[in-house]
Structure formats: C-alpha cells, structure tokens
C-alpha cells in the first residue's frame, strides 16, 4: 500500500488533454513539493517535473499543480511517445520518508 | 545537467552484503543542498525509496530497510555509496541511484543513473 495514490491506468487519444493525480494528506503532498517522473518499458524514470520545475527537455505540454493534499499531471496535447508508466514522489514527515505512488499506466489509444 | 552511473557486483549471494557505488560527473558534483540518494524497482513493481545522504555525510533511511542499510558519500572522488546487509531473494530489484532535490527534505529527484540489476542468489 503506497502512501500516495494514483490512478492504476489511465487512457487518452493522440491531441487529447489528460490529467494524471496523486493524492497523500497533510503530512506529504499537503507541505511538501511533488516530483513526476515517467518510465518507459522499465527503463530509468525520466524526471518531469521536480521541485515545481520542469525539467530540461521535458516540453511545455506537460504541466505540474497542488491542490490540498492532491498534486495532478497535466499532459496537453497527448503524443504516442507519452506512453508510459507515471510516478509521483514527495517527503513524508511522518513516516520521515520519501515515499512514491504506485504508479499510473498511461495508455495513448 | 549532472551525469549518474552506478557500479557493483550484479549477483550477491543471500544472507550477504550488497554494495554499489554511483560515480557523479557533469557540471555539477557533489554539492551542499543536494539529497544523493538510491531507489529500487523490484521486477513489476514500483519505486521504491532506500535512502539519501548529502553532502556533509548525513543519511535518512526508509524506515522499512534502516536496520540494514548505510550510505556514504566521497567528495574527493564525487562518487557516494550504498551498502545493504543480510540480503534476501526480496532484495533483487534494479537498483538506481539519483540527485534527490527540496528545502529542507528530498521530495523528488532531477537525475537519474541508468539502473544496475542486482539478483540475490546462491
């Protein structure tokens, strides 16, 4: 059982807009930042977001928000190569940890 | 943008130490304010967070792998490293070492090594 949550699977067609979530409480996403990072037939992730940046390289399409205890993933203008498994990580002071979600499966129909 | 490359041995036998070393290259080294850190990925699993060392040699462990994990960090030879006692099948995972960023914790992480495969068998 993650301490943050995301959707297990998630499906979009080619010029969509999908938003990917992560939700935790008040000891994580809710005072810390969030990173996302995507993960290709189980190579090394690749950050997209960390620290409330976008990471070199990483298009504009993506996008990073918190609401709450709820950080979200925005891709805009959804490609074939966004395929991919999609993580989110922040601090957890209570269990004095970096914890991770379990992971969403993004599927580009 | 920093460069990660994590070295060891790819099979440890079970009830022994693994150990792995990340070398640091690139315009940016091992620097104050900078969480290095290792996650694992066990095969069809997900991340999962070991631990991060900074710069003047202080570590923070998951709670779940304390008892049997150090980290260590060289400045001289920009490379940190791991080491993992009395492993288990359990322990078999791609191993990944990382730049771990935030204030005052590491919340995430900007670069990433490529990943070693280490198997715990006899």
């Known amino acids: 059982q993650s301490a943050l949550t995301q959707e297990a699977s998630v499906s979009g067609t080619v010029g969509q807009k999908v938003t990917l979530s992560c939700t935790g409480n008040s000891n994580n996403i809710g005072s810390y930042d969030v990173g996302w990072y995507r993960q290709i037939s189980h190579g090394a992730p690749q950050t997209i977001i960390f620290?409330?940046s976008l990471a070199s390289g990483i298009p504009d399409r993506f996008s990073g928000s918190k609401s709450g205890t709820t950080a979200s993933l925005t891709i805009s203008g959804l490609q074939p190569e966004d395929e991919a498994d999609y993580y989110c990580s922040t601090w957890d002071y209570s269990l004095r940890a970096v914890v991770f979600g379990g992971g969403t499966k993004l599927t580009v129909l | 943008q920093v460069h990660l490359q994590e070295s060891g041995p790819g099979l440890v036998q079970p009830s022994q130490t693994l150990s792995l070393t990340c070398a640091v290259s690139?315009?940016?080294?091992?620097?104050?304010?900078?969480?290095w850190s290792w996650i694992r990925q066990a095969a069809g699993k997900g991340l999962e967070w070991i631990g991060s060392v900074s710069a003047g040699g202080s570590a923070t462990y998951s709670p779940s792998l304390k008892s049997r994990v150090a980290m260590s960090v060289d400045i001289s030879r920009s490379q940190f490293s791991l080491k993992l006692t009395s492993v288990t099948a359990a322990d078999t995972a791609v191993y990944y070492c990382?730049?771990?960023?935030?204030?005052?914790?590491?919340?995430?992480?900007?670069?990433w090594g490529q990943g070693t495969l280490v198997t715990v068998s006899s």
């Open positions: 990382a730049r771990g960023r935030g204030a005052y914790y590491p919340n995430s992480f900007d670069s």
């Open positions: 690139g315009g940016s080294n091992i620097i104050i304010g900078d969480y």
């Open positions: 620290t409330n």
